[in-house]
């Protein structure tokens, strides 16, 4: 019997053990970077991969006499494969360097940056992974993967997210700094050429913000993420740009003015935004409303909390953004602009922060100030916040709602989501205190909930 049990065990183990398994080589140069896959059992479908990867793939090959298989757009089928079997593939990044596109591959100082589905083709059916990658000489990496203790080389472990989520991989000279935060560690990658004292200014810059996102709940809400900084030059603004990716772990990339100052930085609200995005879990691009509807609002409201902004300046920010999102509001529901695209890029997020106050101010007032917004993804984050999956909008605020116990999210959902009309504000400002001018809003301190006003403001206690 306990032989039976052993070998069970033994089963078992291995059959949790199992993965496909990686082994990536850049050439010394970075010109060109190889993959050989090797399957564990019968191999996947298919290896999902860049719409223009084809382009750059100079081939790909069976192992043990197994015939080419063609580069194409899209997915890579691996029909007709015996188990165990590998595939092997090189793709130069010099001719994709050419194209000089940010979103494909970039150079810069020494290092590439690339989309990393431009060469790391995984699976279609979230099947573990093993990477293990080869650099040449004095050259350092930047992924959002799990990195594990190898005997040899770097050894990484993806995350079984959707192989069409979008990552960022960094090779060659940069700077590669961890930063502690309570509940993670933030893994910062510097691309481009940057002064020490500038590297400085951003780490002080991504510790300062991210310990203000962890304020939220307490610790950082994901265990770990991955910050790219890219540096470009002179901009007409210190962040020009931004986002945030799933692919394979969370991870935040930035274009940056390199030449800015931290205090330039710290008056951003493009960092704070996009932290703040860490909140949530995926969110379906059909209800991209409620992701940049939380980060717009805790964008100024995380400012607020830590003396960035004044409380006045940082409702004002609020009501401004209110303000746009109204003037871009045309009759369409929220539902109809979130899937026309970048046109109704105001009224997306501003109507989706304008659903966050109204939540925030419901629950607390519901709740004698016992529960918050702050609460509810604290909660969330305790539950739920799984990486490898995606939310639709109105499945999120039932799962907020099963934490509060109330129906406050599932409420605004129903009101608002199929409205063609911008979300009406004027009782929650009432109630709050908060009374636009012609230019600046005031703020009533004998407001019905004037305590909740400034409470919001004030953020969870310590």
């Not at 991955?226 to 990339?253: D, K, S, Y």
């Not at 609200?269 to 949530?280: I, K, V």
């Not at 609002?297 to 960035?308: A, F, P, S, T």
């Amino acid at each position: 019997m306990r032989q039976l049990i052993a070998i069970l065990s033994l089963s078992l183990s291995l059959t949790v053990q199992a993965e496909d398994r990686y082994q990536v080589k850049f050439e010394p140069g970075l010109g060109s970077v190889s993959v050989e896959a090797c399957f564990d059992g019968a191999p996947p479908r298919s290896l999902y991969r860049h719409g223009e990867s084809w382009r750059f793939t100079e081939y790909v090959r069976g192992i043990d006499g197994l015939p080419s298989r063609a580069a194409r757009p899209g997915h890579l089928k691996l029909s007709g494969l015996p188990e165990d079997a590998c595939v092997e593939w090189k793709v130069n990044l010099s001719e994709a360097l050419a194209e000089n596109s940010h979103r494909l591959a970039l150079k810069l100082n020494g290092a590439i940056l690339s989309d990393a589905d431009l060469w790391f083709w995984r699976d279609t059916e979230r099947r573990p992974i093993r990477v293990e990658l080869e650099l040449p000489a004095g050259m350092s990496v930047s992924t959002p993967w799990k990195e594990q203790a190898g005997k040899q080389g770097l050894v990484f472990r993806p995350e079984r997210t959707p192989a069409s989520w979008s990552s960022r991989i960094a090779v060659g000279e940069l700077s590669i700094q961890n930063i502690a935060v309570k509940g993670t560690q933030l893994r910062l990658a510097v691309v481009g050429k940057v002064s020490d004292s500038q590297l400085s200014v951003f780490r002080q810059w991504m510790l300062e913000t991210a310990e203000c996102v962890a304020s939220v709940e307490g610790s950082f809400p994901q265990p770990m993420a991955q910050i790219l900084v890219v540096a470009i030059g002179e901009q007409n603004e210190a962040v020009p740009w931004a986002h945030v990716m799933r692919g394979g772990g969370v991870a935040a990339e930035f274009f940056v003015d390199e030449t800015r100052s931290l205090e330039e930085f710290r008056a951003d609200w493009t960092a704070t935004h996009e932290l703040s995005h860490m909140l949530l879990p995926m969110v379906s691009s059909r209800d991209r409303w409620l992701s940049e509807g939380l980060a717009s609002y805790y964008q100024n409201v995380l400012r607020g909390r830590d003396g960035r902004l004044e409380e006045a300046a940082a409702w004002q920010k609020l009501h401004a953004g209110f303000e746009r999102g109204k003037r871009a509001t045309n009759g369409d529901s929220l539902a109809e602009a979130t899937r026309s695209g970048w046109g109704a890029i105001m009224r997306i997020y501003w109507s989706g922060a304008a659903m966050f106050l109204k939540a925030d101010a419901r629950l607390r007032m519901l709740s004698g100030g016992a529960q918050s917004l702050d609460t509810v993804l604290s909660a969330f984050q305790a539950c739920c916040l799984d990486a490898s999956r995606s939310w639709r909008g109105r499945e999120l605020f039932a799962a907020f709602d099963r934490i509060s116990r109330y129906t406050v999210f599932t409420d605004l959902y129903d009101e608002h989501v199929p409205d063609g009309e911008f979300p009406d504000l004027a009782e929650t400002y009432a109630q709050l205190g908060l009374v636009p001018g012609t230019k600046t809003i005031e703020l009533d301190p004998e407001a019905p909930q004037s305590k909740v006003r400034v409470e919001i403001m004030q953020g969870p206690s310590p």
